[in-house]
């Protein structure tokens, strides 16, 4: 439905986005994630036509953003991350006015200003001046204008910034419900929000996309690590290291240095379906220099430690992309 392919966008001599390419179909909800400074919001422009791009195209049911707007651009509905809204307007009003400008059918403006309001859940305030309601409610303003004229694809930045917990869960499942009948690109630096909601997560760093996958397939490709978190008495890191260097399984073990009260904090790393605590507490206990486990806790690898990994290999290499052809 949506092709992105080799979208790139310099600033003179500075790659701002570098070679982007993707598709995007109806009924899934994309994550896409970055640092500061990736390179989210320009792709997200040039994916709407507000920014030309410097090469690459972007293909809307076979009509191309830049060489087609108007065309292509009424497949689009846009929330940015501040919302284009008329504060002195009420809720018809500015809905109305939007309906008119996208160019909805005269005869079809009421009906799907209503329809809009209802699945936003803003009924109740149709009257009420947009100056006058609450962050949340100028959010679902916001989303309405989006998906007048049911666009197939909705654009989504950072949409829940500045929400209360209630109202990010009540606009999440706002989400949820609209991505059964649309393309939804979602961006966001809430990695945990990312993950319960988006079917599919595009990580982007230095202006590469460096993964794009499931939440599984990340894991996956990312080897599904476990980690193992050990507070050790008696004994620096290079002696612990040590004890554990013969056991099958451990990856790697890494310094993470002394805590307040002395002991020695390390991470013992091993595939996810690799259970190591029994050989590790065996190998401490045997040691010469009488080391004794204080604390020992084992989780396996997050979202946020999947990105942060990513993202730090993007910053000191350029790697290839994780995809799901590549877990194939």
């Known amino acids: 439905m949506i092709e992105v392919t080799s979208l790139t966008k310099k600033y003179g001599d500075q790659v701002a986005v570098d070679h982007i390419s993707f598709q995007v179909e109806k009924g899934q909800i994309y994550g896409f994630l970055g640092p500061n400074g990736a390179g989210k919001s320009t792709t997200m422009n040039m ?3 507000y920014l030309a791009a410097t090469e ?5 049911n076979g009509k191309d953003v830049q060489k ?3 065309e292509a651009k009424k497949s689009i509905g846009y929330l940015p991350e501040v919302p284009p809204l008329y504060p002195d307007m009420t809720v018809r009003e500015y809905l109305q006015f939007v309906a008119e400008l996208k160019k909805v059918p005269k ?7 209503e329809e809009v309001m209802k699945l936003a859940q803003i009924t109740d305030r149709k009257e009420q001046l947009i100056k006058h309601l609450s962050k949340g409610y100028r959010q679902r303003v916001g989303l309405a204008q989006a998906i007048l004229g049911d666009p197939e694809l909705i654009i989504l930045d950072e949409p829940t910034v500045g929400l209360d917990p209630e109202q990010i869960t ?9 991505g059964k009948d649309h393309a939804i690109i979602l961006s966001s630096h809430i990695l945990s929000e990312v993950s319960a909601v988006c079917d599919h997560i595009m990580i982007i760093a230095k202006g590469k996309l460096i993964a794009s996958n499931t939440t599984e397939g990340l894991q996956s490709l990312k080897g599904g690590s476990a980690r193992l978190e050990l507070l050790v008495k008696g004994g620096g890191y290079e002696q612990v290291k040590a004890a554990l260097g013969s056991i099958g399984g451990v990856e790697k073990v890494e310094d993470q240095g002394v805590t307040a009260d002395g002991l020695t904090k390390v991470l013992v790393f091993s595939p996810k379906d690799v259970d190591v605590r029994e050989a590790v507490s065996l190998a401490i206990a045997e040691a010469e220099s009488g080391m004794t486990i ?7 690898q997050t979202l946020e430690d999947i990105f942060l990994e990513l993202t730090g290999e993007a ?4 790697p290839a992309a994780a995809t799901e052809e590549e877990e194939k």
């Open 47 to 49: 994916i709407t036509g």
């Open 56 to 60: 690459g195209t972007v293909t809307i």
């Open 68 to 70: 087609e707007p108007e």
């Open 107 to 113: 005869g079809d403006r009421s009906r799907q200003v």
């Open 170 to 178: 009540e606009f999440n499942s706002l989400i949820r419900r609209l």
């Open 294 to 300: 204080m604390g020992m806790n084992r989780s396996t």
């Open 315 to 318: 910053e000191s290499s350029e």
